[in-house]
Structures are given as C-alpha cells and as structure tokens.
C-alpha cells in the first residue's frame, strides 16, 4: 500500500504542475507579473497537500506581515520542505536553493526565473547568491532559506550547524530573522532509498522573529545561534511529543 501511496504521489504532483504551468509560464516573464506565478505555486502546494490526504498543520505563533520584508529561515530534513514552505509562508519571498533542480523540465525554468540558485561546485557561486539575495531584499522581497546548507543532518531532528549566509544578509538589510521548525516532514518523505512516502499530518511551526535592528557583521554568530536554538528547541520537543 505503501509504494501505491507513493506512486500515486508522484502522479498527482506532476500531473498538477502539468495543468498549472502554461499559467504560470505567463506570469513569469515580466517582474511585476511574477508575484502571480508565485501565488500560484502555492495553489499547487495546497491542491498536492488536499489531494495527498496529508493535512497542513501550522501554529502561527507569528503571522509574518504582508507588507514586510523577512528572512525566513527553516530545518531541512526532507525534499518535502520546500513544497511544506510554499504553502506554510504565504509573503511573496525568493527561496535560495541548488542549481541542480534548474535541469529539471519546466519546473527548472521556474525556479530559475523565480527564485534565487545556488551552484556548490563553483567557488563564485555562493558569493553572487549572497548578493543576489541582498539585492532581493533590498527591493522589499523576502527570502527563505534553509541554513543547514541541504539535507546534512545524519540522524533528524538534530540538526548540523548553521550556515552565515542568511544571517549576513539579514544583519546587512536590517530585516527579522524567522525561525519556521519543520516537525515531521522527514516521516513524510524520508531521505532515503527506496523513495517512500508515509502518511502523517504535516506540522510546523512559525516562530516570532527576531529584530536585527543595530545588529553588525560581529551578531552574526550570536543570531545564527539564536535562530539555531529556537528552531532545534521546537523539534526536540516535537521529537518527544511523537514518542
């Protein structure tokens, strides 16, 4: 039952993206069109979830305002992450991720048009992703990342250590930090072979954020521990819970 949930799965979500793309292609070729294409990845999100049977879950500690410009930051323990954040985090933001789904059909041309790449293997990379998301965020857009830097962790929800690419960009654009703990997606979706998906209600959590108003390069460890305590602090409990 386990591998027809899991083809039926990966049916359902290509076939949506399929039915959604000539619309989204649309809205992304002008800027000021591309808040719409974003909207409707979030449509396609909400429609997987619904027609997964898989319940979304969230305790909005915070509700992250509109108008506002953040940096959001999450666990990763599971490619079901990014799908969980584009209908979890419903501002208009830009989400920092490999290059490596830029080769995937379709769904690569979105990604690339919409969204901020990646590529470990060049060593200028990370520097041009850095400024492009500075650039990002001075136009008033938000950025979500991952600051584990991929799925690294041997044994979730412990997480490995944080990254200071987000935390620079926030303390350099003066803009909150929100932590988002991701609680059981790893259960959903392991990351492991065979490919697996395994029904659960996703559950998730967004903190308040964390002001970096006055904050300089030297709090960028201070935030990046703060962040990576609340964030870990929320999945030992949720670890727990589950036990």
């Known amino acids: 039952m386990r591998l027809l949930y899991t083809i039926w799965c990966a ?33 396609w999100g909400m429609l997987f979830f619904i ?11 915070f509700r992250p305002d ?18 969980a954040m584009g209908v979890i985090v419903k501002n208009y933001y830009a989400f920092v991720g490999k290059s490596d789904v830029k080769h995937i059909p379709l769904l690569g041309y979105m990604f ?29 857009r938000s950025i979500m990342i ?8 041997p044994e979730p929800p412990q997480m490995v250590p944080f990254k200071d690419g987000a935390f620079t960009m926030a303390i350099q654009q003066q803009v909150p930090i929100v932590p988002v703990s991701l609680l059981n997606n790893y259960q959903i979706l392991p990351d492991k072979s065979p490919v697996r998906f395994h029904w659960h209600p996703l559950r998730a959590v967004i903190h ?23 964030i870990n602090d929320e999945l030992m409990s949720g670890k727990k819970v589950v036990a």
């Open 51 to 61: 027609g997964v049977g898989i319940p979304v879950r969230v305790d909005r500690r």
């Open 11 to 43: 049916i359902y979500f290509v076939t949506l993206y399929l039915v959604l793309f000539p619309f989204q292609f649309v809205f992304l070729q002008r800027d000021s069109w591309k808040p719409i294409a974003h909207k409707i990845n979030y449509i």
């Open 208 to 230: 308040p954020p964390i002001e970096t108003t006055g904050m300089t390069p030297d709090d960028v460890e201070r935030l990046k521990e703060e962040t990576y305590k609340i």
């Open 146 to 153: 991952f600051p584990e830097g991929g799925i690294r962790a």
């Open 112 to 140: 690339a048009k919409l969204h901020v790449q990646v590529d470990r293997s060049q060593p200028n990379s990370r520097a041009y992703s850095l400024a492009k998301s500075i650039r990002t965020l001075a136009s008033g």
């Open 66 to 83: 509109p108008k506002r410009t953040y940096v959001f930051c999450a666990n990763h323990f599971s490619y079901l992450d990014i799908a």
